[in-house]
């Protein structure tokens, strides 16, 4: 659990004529395609190998790029079923003919997120079209929650920076969006915005909001938020990486494999509120195999009890699977 991963750096859309949303990107040189950060590896180094015996668990974060690739490291990895939105290489269509096409294991989210180049003047001027575009679609019955929505995300290589205030038009639009359908919300918003996502979560105590990554939130801010706000889950994708190639404080494991005991004690009190996922986009199977092994790695480390929680029972709860 020790080894260097692949980053893969979020994508962008070509910037499209007003008020045309496309739900698929069907053109490589039409976009910034995210593409892995290569990183050297021990020549000895080995792949990881599922344990003997898998916790079953379900990924609450996957960018669905490649269905047949997510399918096979859920078989392996012991993945019973995975909520799946688009990725840089999808679209809304693709991730609901998917789950409709294996119903059983993939549960389709709907997303409007600015991170593509074609919304992002929606969310800029608050063009109510793109909300009216997401209950059209929600109201197919195809999906079963909303996100990721990267409404706060700091840059990255390849990932212009995207600041909206969660009390905007934009994010309290979907959250009652998410409140007409009683669905989950996935959120992503970073530590610069919390007094304004404390009040969202206040105006909509009734919408259940997946926290993506828990923003990556050091251990008190986590506490905190949670304690408040009793509609907040804090989900875990990419904190569970042995190491993350954006900041070394963005893991919660001590040492690439070991969680820190303060972590534990949190998830253990609290492990209803906490979600495993794995972040998996398939732009490599290197990659997409050690985020797996991550998450089997971090629900073992858990009391049985706390473990199904975070592993299943919390997320098919949020939506109405159990």
């Known amino acids: 659990m020790n080894r260097r991963c692949a980053w893969l750096l979020p994508a962008l859309l070509v910037a499209m004529p007003p008020a045309v949303w496309p739900q698929s990107d069907t053109s490589a040189p039409a976009r910034r395609m995210r593409q892995p950060m290569q990183r050297a590896q021990p020549a000895d180094a080995a792949a990881p190998t599922p344990p003997a015996t898998l916790i079953p668990f379900v990924d609450a974060h996957a960018h669905l790029n490649d269905t047949a690739m997510q399918l096979e490291l859920m078989r392996q990895w012991g993945a019973t079923q995975a909520v799946v939105f688009w990725g840089g290489r999808s679209s809304n269509e693709s991730v609901a003919q998917a789950a409709r096409d294996h119903p059983d294991a993939l549960i389709a989210f709907a997303s409007i997120s600015p991170e593509r180049t074609a919304y992002r003047r929606a969310w800029t001027e608050h063009d109510d079209a793109l909300l009216r575009q997401l209950d059209a679609m929600l109201a197919t019955g195809a999906y079963q929650g909303i996100g990721e929505i990267n409404a706060v995300h700091f840059p990255s290589a390849g990932f212009d920076e995207t600041d909206y205030s969660p009390l905007g038009p934009m994010v309290t639009g979907i959250m009652a969006l ?24 206040a105006r909509f105590p009734d919408v259940p909001v997946i926290w993506a990554h828990g923003g990556y939130t050091p251990l008190f801010l986590a506490r905190r938020m949670l304690e408040r706000h009793p509609n907040l889950y804090y989900e875990l994708s990419a904190r569970t990486w042995p190491r993350h190639p954006r900041s070394p404080d963005y893991t919660i494991l001590r040492d690439g494999e070991k969680v820190w005991p303060e972590w534990l004690q949190l998830v253990e009190a609290m492990p209803h509120r906490f979600l495993v996922g794995t972040d998996a986009s398939h732009r490599s199977l290197q990659s997409d195999t050690m985020k797996f092994a991550s998450v089997q790695n971090f629900l073992a480390q858990l009391s049985p009890g706390a473990r199904e929680a975070v592993g299943r029972g919390t997320l098919l709860g949020l939506v109405r699977r159990r």
């Open 178 to 201: 998410a409140r007409k359908y009683r669905m989950p919300v996935m959120l992503h918003v970073e530590s610069t915005r919390m007094a304004e996502l404390g009040e969202l979560l």
